[in-house]
């Protein structure tokens, strides 16, 4: 109908989620799995009110100056760090990302990329269909323990709870986090979870997951000063951001036995993955999968949808960043 405010979903989604959205909008859609180059995009928000976006399109002063019809960003992720949000705000455009729906998938993961880092499980799966599976022998692929020991958290947001929940009740790990922020008591006591510096945390921990959201500051908060900090036994999980960890550094830490392992989802530059990486056997590497369960990818679409449907009718947003 002439009536309805246009959007444009920006990747191809579900199609039952975006037939929920034609109810409200004229929807424009791509069916690519590419990001649209920032010129193309620009293209397709040509009189567009709203976009549904998946967080890796740059949403900045220059797009939105070239689109002035657009009222309403909605993400289906809760990193917004592609997103300038002085800049929609200054021009009065509403942004929504997608928190909480991914919580615990995305702590699931991260919990099991550092188990499968700590025990070698790619490791010894790779050991295993290269046919070097001969005998048993008593350090065959021997590794860390989790249970017992002590995980360290930076960033203890929603997601960093999660994951700290899991190692103190599931599996009787000793909590400590560093966070710009401490936790109310009320959250801290029921883990045993202590908030300590990030130096202290570098030091202390066996197992390191690293869960803050990408912002300029946070570039390389984890470098070759921080990573010699850490105990020669201890793993590195990376479910948050590319560039929050120097990934070169990494890499050399890594070959030079100065860590034992490492989990990494996210990296700098992905898709590329650093060379240096990809040709260590101590590190587990899955391609930013963490909130990729079939619920939880629905769940994050849908509320993505929710937030663009509020802000065309002019309601209330579940979950506005501004
Ligand atoms: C996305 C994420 O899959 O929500 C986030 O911030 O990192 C993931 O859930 C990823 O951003 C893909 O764009």
């Not at 455009?93 to 099991?112: I, K, M, Q, W, Y």
């Not at 999660?162 to 909590?175: D, K, S, T």
């Not at 008591?185 to 908030?195: D, K, N, S, T, V």
């Not at 993505?304 to 065309?312: E, G, H, K, P, Q």
Request: hydrophobic residues 45%; contains cysteine; glycine residues 8%.
């Amino acid at each position: 109908s002439p009536t309805k405010p246009a959007v444009f979903v920006a990747r191809r989604i579900f199609p039952d989620i975006v037939e929920r959205l034609r109810a409200h909008a004229d929807v424009d859609e791509t069916d690519s799995d590419e990001p649209l180059p920032p010129e193309q995009l620009i293209r397709r928000l040509q009189g567009k009110t709203g976009v549904f976006a998946t967080g890796t399109e740059r949403i900045d002063a220059a797009l939105l100056d070239a689109c002035p019809d657009l009222r309403a960003v909605c993400l289906m992720t809760v990193g917004y760090n592609n997103v300038d949000l002085a800049a929609c705000t200054a021009r009065g455009v509403r942004v929504s990302n997608a928190p909480d729906v991914l919580t615990e998938t995305t702590a699931d993961f991260g919990f099991a990329l550092m188990l499968a880092a700590a025990r070698r499980i790619s490791d010894a799966e790779r050991y295993l269909r290269e046919g070097r599976w001969q005998q048993w022998h008593v350090d065959l692929l021997v590794g860390a323990d989790i249970h017992g020991r002590t995980l360290g958290i930076l960033g203890m947001g929603r997601i960093g709870q999660a994951i700290a929940r899991r190692g103190a009740l599931g599996f009787g790990m000793r909590v400590i986090y560093h966070n710009r922020s401490r936790l109310a008591p009320a959250l801290e006591q029921p883990l045993g979870a202590r908030w300590v510096s990030k130096d202290e945390l570098l030091r202390e921990a066996d197992h390191l997951v690293i869960v803050v959201p990408y912002s300029p500051e946070a570039h390389h908060l984890v470098d070759a000063d921080a990573l010699a900090l850490m105990k020669p036994t201890a793993t590195l999980t990376n479910i948050a951001r590319g560039g929050i960890v120097d990934d070169a550094a990494l890499a050399a830490a890594l070959q030079a036995g100065r860590l034992a392992a490492a989990g990494l989802d996210v990296f700098e530059g992905e898709p590329e993955v650093h060379p240096d990486l990809l040709a260590c056997r101590n590190v587990v590497l899955t391609p930013h999968i963490a909130s990729a369960s079939i619920p939880t990818r629905r769940a994050m679409c849908d509320l993505a949808v929710d937030n663009l449907i509020a802000a065309l009718t002019g309601g209330a947003m579940k979950t506005p960043l501004n």
